[in-house]
């Protein structure tokens, strides 16, 4: 019992380093036992890379969207592999079906999800346009459903981000301000393949579905972060509100913060 109790130990300290790297910091029996101890938990578990990564090489990019999905932010991100393969998989569809249109993010933080988007989007020729305050919260969204929450995400620059998405980041516009307030008559005339919409809050996510919903092309991904996540309040109103009103249905997705994907149909 003793002995299970320091290996648990060990596997939590080393999961604050990420689940990636605990896994690797165990070898023979004991990584067996490791692994009934993920099972055994509610909190992670360990998951199989898709068969097409791992039989067929179909995704050489993944190496290296890893490491900028978790740079700065390994804890939370390090964990949550099947958010960055439904992101690789959905964005790569809609590519090879050929839907036409830039990309964007409403929520880029530290730029961690704005990379993958990049990535794909440098390579098709494609603009990415990242809506953030890169200041954290605008203290105005914190009414209503969110009067509960706190000042939060702060702790980012747009240099943080630029030196997050690296190489590709030439694709990307980073608008920063207060969205939709800093919406343009050039982002207004696009249209969107792919946009993610990461903002947390009931008041920007109405805006953000309101606004590129309508420009999206038929085809066109919408990810939606935290909508079953039952932390993030605001943003499952804004997306129930809003797909009753549009005629949409979400499909879930079993990644660390309940994401919900939307493919326009229409
Ligand atoms: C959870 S973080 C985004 C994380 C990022 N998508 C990722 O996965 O790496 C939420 C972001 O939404 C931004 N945000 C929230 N309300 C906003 C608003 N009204 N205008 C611009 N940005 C906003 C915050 O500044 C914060 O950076």
Known sequence: MRQVKNLYAKAKAMLKKGLLQAVMGFAGAECLKVRQLYLSTNQVYLAYHPDSHCDFASHPEFGELLGRFTAHNLSNNGGDIPRLWSLILNIKQVLGEGIEGDFAELGVWRGNTAAVLAYYAQASGRRVFLFDTYEGFNEEDLVGVDANKKPWFGDTSVAMVKDVI????????????????????????????????????????????????????????????????????????????????????????????GSAFLRKTK
């Not at 009931?202 to 309508?214: D, I």
């Not at 309040?233 to 997306?239: C, E, F, L, R, S």
């Not at 009103?245 to 979400?250: D, H, L, P, W």
Request: glycine share 10%; charged share 25%; net charge negative.
């Open 166 to 257: 690296g190489g590709n980041d030439g694709c990307c516009h980073h608008v920063k301000g207060c969205f939709p307030g800093t919406i343009t008559e050039e982002h207004q005339r696009s249209t969107y393949a792919a946009v993610s919409l990461d903002c947390d809050l009931y008041e920007p996510l109405k805006a953000g579905l309101e606004f590129f919903y309508p420009r999206m092309s038929k085809g066109g991904v919408l990810f939606l972060h935290d909508y079953s996540s039952l932390y993030w309040d605001g943003a499952k109103k804004a997306i129930d509100e809003f797909c009753r009103k549009a005629g949409e249905f979400v499909i879930l997705l079993p990644d660390k913060s």
